[in-house]
């Protein structure tokens, strides 16, 4: 989690240092994210794809955004990312582990059927331990239902 | 002298003061079976002794053991009064809690009696059929010497004595054990008082939670978190000689089983597998740990020596099943898990080398967790029905089944080592989308059902596993 915190700071460090330039030089300028960065890849590309409730299938809007994704990774050749996998609350802790992991694969096997090289994915779950809602309700447990992408 | 427990505390037998004959388990039962008409020491359901893979609701039911547990006398000075006062609390909230006794109110005492015989129609009349006396000796230093007595009021007999000498730290395992020595001794099933439970202990929000492994007296006291948080912990088991802790750490990212050394507070990664190494139980004999680990869609159970070393391989996640929660049963011969091979989660039963499974579990909804008694007559598992969490209980064929606890979200039961106690954990739902009101609490139950009780804790708390009694 440290790396990503970082990686974090890094990148708002690089986006202020963006907008002073901007703020600078004349005109109007985008003070979009750096293309390319972790803010790039949520903003424009889509980070995470979502699962139905105990399914690691690959629905059709989660197959456009890591079509997205995988043209962006090639783009960006340098880039390694992390596949995350997560579900809902409303699962047992073990094999809610087991099953992120099963959405991640599922999402890293799309990317490299796409092209990207398999070496440059790793896979993780946190099964339900890093939800990104935290209400207990059916809107909340949709999006805690994924797989996220994020630059390492 | 009896060496017991390490090297901390001693134990002797001591006789009924002169002119009382002690009583042996024997004579004990008889007696009271001939008495419980006349309104003798009531023993609850079945006759004493009996192992029986049967559980039976009249032991439950029936009313609890009255008993009066005043204060150990302090002898000699020093802080041994207040050790008799802190030694005679806590032995009445273990019996207490367990929901077989009824501790008598201390006001409702007649008289304490100075000398070693009590004075029984004072305890008679305020309705206690046992009555526990003791005192506390300094031995100088800061060692002391507990005497302590169990009385059968009715009959006037003693049916234990035992003198141990510890030392004064060692106060509140005295109170344990003399606790233990009181439920075998009245209820003829060993006790669950001295042990220790492990479990995880959550703070911080839930998107950003802190996960720290932690272990606290069965009481709930001697709190101790033996991880910083800085990793994510997740399920710890413990060894049956209770010296190591096997759970599973995200440390360096990388979500993988470790074993913890209690004494040493060394910590290793167990093996070295590609896959998410997850839900790991040692093996009744202590020398292999069995657990998941992932592997492409699915996830297999691996059996692999406590050390590390080459892992075995018992079922295979070739087939894309999510294979999770092995659990033995108690002479080693077979393992209980969960898997997803018949589409959704159910609880199988196969032999301790693998091989063919079969299914137990055919009620309503899916099945997880599960995790055999230490009596080996029954498995505790977490169902899921319709959104609703349930803890129940069923024999290993699949029979019986009982359902125990059920509320928005309950998880993870595990036995007392005598089998008749489960705890578990159970959560709240958020009622925000910030995540206000959710909480995770332990909570005990006794396996008939009833005795409900919420453990105290000084964070959320989640993932329990009960000790085994010390050898």
Known sequence: MNIKILGTVAAVALLAACSNQAATSTGPVSSGPVPGSQEDLVANVGDRVFFDLNKNALRSDARITLERQAAWLQKWSANNVQVAGNCDERGTQAYNIALGQRRANAARDFLVAKGVAATRITTISYGKDRPTALGSNEQAWAQNRNAITSVR | ?471
Not at chain 2, 143 to 165: M, N, S
Request: proline share 6%; aromatic share 8%; hydrophobic share 40%.
């Open chain 2, 1 to 471: 002298m009896t060496r017991m427990h390490g090297d901390d505390i001693s134990r002797e037998s001591l006789a009924a003061p002169r002119g009382f004959a002690s009583m042996g388990r024997r004579t004990l039962l008889a007696g009271a079976a001939g008495l419980a008409a006349g309104g003798g020491l009531i023993l609850p359901g079945r006759a004493l002794g009996q192992q029986s893979a049967e559980i039976t609701v009249d032991r439950a039911r029936a009313e609890p053991i009255p008993i009066a547990i005043p204060n150990l006398v302090g002898v000699g000075g020093g802080d041994t009064a207040q050790l008799g006062r802190d030694m005679a609390g806590v032995i009445s909230n273990n019996l207490a809690r367990s929901g077989l006794f009824r501790a008598i109110d201390r006001a409702a005492f007649v008289a304490q009696g100075a000398g070693d015989v009590p004075n029984f129609a004072n305890w008679k009349v305020i309705g206690a059929q046992a009555l526990v006396t003791g005192k506390v000796e300094s031995q100088g230093g800061d060692r002391v010497r507990v005497e302590f007595r169990l009385w059968d009021i009715l009959p006037q007999t003693q049916i234990q004595g035992t003198a141990y000498t510890a030392t004064t730290s060692n106060w509140r395992r005295s109170a344990h054990i003399i606790s233990d020595v009181i439920y075998e001794r009245l209820l003829g099933e060993k006790g669950y008082f001295d042990t220790r439970v492990v479990y995880i202990a959550g703070s911080g929000p839930r998107d950003r939670r802190v996960k720290r492994l932690a272990i606290m007296d069965q009481d709930g006291e001697n709190n101790r978190f033996l991880t910083d948080g800085s990793a994510l912990a997740l399920s710890p088991r413990f060894h049956p000689t209770r010296d190591q802790i096997a759970y599973m750490s995200y440390v360096n990212n990388r979500p993988r089983v470790y074993t913890f050394d209690l004494g040493s507070g060394r910590q290793q990664m167990l093996g070295n597998f590609e896959g998410i190494t997850l839900s790991p139980r040692y093996a009744p004999d202590g020398n292999n740990i069995i657990m998941a680990q992932t592997r492409g869609a699915g996830s297999e159970i691996v059996l692999i020596p406590v050390g590390g070393g080459a892992p075995r391989r018992l079922t295979d996640a070739g087939g894309g099943a999510i294979d999770v929660s092995p659990c033995f049963s108690p002479d080693g011969q077979q393992i209980v898990f969960e898997s997803d091979r018949g589409g959704d989660q159910q609880l199988y039963v196969m032999s301790a080398s693998g091989g063919a499974a079969k299914r137990i579990s055919f009620g309503q909804g899916r099945y997880a967790t599960p995790v055999w008694s230490p009596r080996g007559d029954l498995i505790a598992f977490t169902r899921i029905t319709g959104g609703i969490f349930a803890i129940g209980v069923m024999r290993p064929d699949g029979s019986g089944e009982r359902i125990l606890s059920e509320s928005f979200y309950v998880e993870g039961p595990t036995f007392a080592p005598n089998g008749r106690v489960i705890m578990f954990w159970r959560e709240t739902a958020a009622r925000d989308a910030r995540g206000n009101g959710f909480t995770s609490r332990l909570v005990s139950i006794d396996i008939t059902g009833f005795n409900e009780r919420q453990m105290t804790t000084p964070t959320d708390a989640s993932d329990p596993a009960w000790s085994p009694l010390p050898a």
